[in-house]
């Protein structure tokens, strides 16, 4: 029986009144089965998990700042002690991409400046996460558990989706527990939002709310086709709008972090604008012609070498057209390693086929993927293997507070020598105790102690 069959069936289920709908035979007048989504339901609902954050923040009653209080009472300053105070931030979802591994993909938004996170799975267990690894921009985490007997969820070529096929998004609405929805792709390669620093979006009418974010967008079949992200809601809930990171995306991103602990991006070496109708007309563009306006290349860069100029137009980027700069953006962060690709520019009225190889950006690692007490450093690896260079630095963030710079050059971790981001990683991957960090400033050596 066809889908719009079922659409019609579920409409007449939803007329009928609570005691009769309850006792609808699961077989038409023909004997035939009445179509339902609850056997694909069952092969993969073990697959996405709840996810609860939980925070540790020190508590200082306000009075004892008040000398008098303390002079009154005879309280020396060194009898002040912070009491820990643990609270839970979140609720979302994840799903398990690796059952082998215990791997588990969700947003970043999730989990960030979480101490803890606790995974919940179908069957009542219950589990601490660790947290491998984080790209914000693409708004994409990856934990682990270490647990047996978990289901994974297949991973489906998000490129094949169509405007219109039928989807189902799985999650943990509200707190409420293991929710499912159904709806239609609505459309494809929504960017410009302002949500994330990539955007490639699926978009979707099957209800998202919060604490679906990470949780799982499937196609008829059960296989993963997005990451349930966001939502347009102007008065607070769903509208109908809501947005996924793709598969595709999503797998080369996890794939990084779990081969290396980085995340690594496409780039050619332009700038680039978007056109305006005043540029339209001064580039002289034909009725329905678009494209994205290079305005700068780099010297010695991919483009440079392929022959690119200011003032040429890309129209598009292996056969699919890029009429905005975040999608040609996109295209080339998340271009293949392996391969050349082919851009289409427009210029002087004449289209011309350029190709060129990508080169892969400074790889730069979350601060949340390496240790709590780091947080708000971001790390890139240094020159001629000599330590990790911090690239940048959050103000009143745990690292800031500890004394770190952004341009700092650690060299040591807990007296074990850094070469690298991924070795940096290692030493402290399961680590909770304090850090000795011998560091480089300018031209000083010094030892730096985190509590």
Do not use: C
């Amino acid at each position: 029986m066809r889908l719009s069959h079922l659409i019609l069936i579920a409409g007449l289920y939803l007329s009928a009144a609570g005691g009769v709908s309850a006792a609808l035979p699961l077989q038409d007048s023909q004997g035939e089965s009445l179509p339902s989504l609850a056997p694909m339901l069952e092969q993969v609902n073990p697959a996405v998990v709840n996810i609860a954050t939980y925070s540790t923040r020190r508590v200082v009653n306000p009075l004892l700042n008040d000398p008098f209080f303390r002079r009154f009472f005879n309280i020396h300053q060194d009898q002040l002690r912070p009491q820990q105070r643990r609270s839970q931030n979140s609720a979302g979802s994840g799903v398990i991409v690796d059952a082998k591994a215990g791997t588990i993909v969700t947003n970043y938004h999730v989990v960030q400046g979480a101490d803890e996170v606790q995974i919940s799975l179908t069957d009542g267990r219950s589990y601490q996460a660790r947290l491998v690894g984080a790209d914000p921009e693409v708004d994409i985490a990856v934990l682990d558990i270490d647990a047996d007997g978990l289901t994974q969820m297949s991973i489906r070529d998000s490129d094949q989706l169509r405007v219109g096929d039928f989807v189902v998004a799985i999650g943990n609405p509200f707190g409420l527990g293991q929710t499912i929805t159904t709806g239609v792709v609505s459309a494809l390669g929504r960017s410009g939002l302002g949500i994330e620093g990539y955007e490639n979006f699926i978009q979707t009418d099957a209800s998202i709310n919060p604490g679906n974010s990470g949780g799982a967008l499937v196609d008829l079949n059960g296989d993963l086709i997005g990451i349930n992200t966001a939502i347009i809601a102007p008065g607070g809930g769903n509208v109908g709008i809501g947005f996924a990171i793709p598969s595709n995306m999503m797998r080369q991103v996890a794939d990084q972090i779990l081969d290396s602990g980085n995340v690594s991006r496409g780039q050619i070496g332009i700038t680039t604008q978007d056109v305006t109708p005043d540029l339209r007309r001064a580039f002289k563009l034909e009725n329905g012609q678009s494209g994205v306006l290079i305005t700068g290349v780099q010297r010695g860069s991919a483009a440079d070498r392929a022959g690119l100029r200011a003032g040429d137009m890309v129209i598009s980027i292996d056969g699919k057209a890029t009429s905005e700069v975040t999608q040609l953006r996109n295209r080339i962060a998340f271009a293949p390693v392996d391969r050349d690709i082919e851009l289409k520019v427009l210029r002087q009225g004449q289209i011309q086929s350029v190709k060129l190889r990508v080169s892969r950006e400074a790889k730069q690692v979350s601060d949340r993927a390496l240790h709590a007490k780091l947080e708000g450093a971001r790390f890139l690896n240094g020159t001629n293997d000599q330590g990790v260079l911090i690239s940048s630095i959050e103000q009143g963030s745990p690292a800031s507070r500890a004394g770190l710079m952004q341009g700092d050059v650690v060299l040591s971790v807990n007296r074990r020598s850094v070469h690298s981001v991924s070795e940096l990683k290692s030493i402290l991957r399961g680590s909770r105790s304090d850090l000795l960090l011998q560091v480089k400033r300018d031209r000083q050596l010094f030892y730096l102690v985190i509590r």
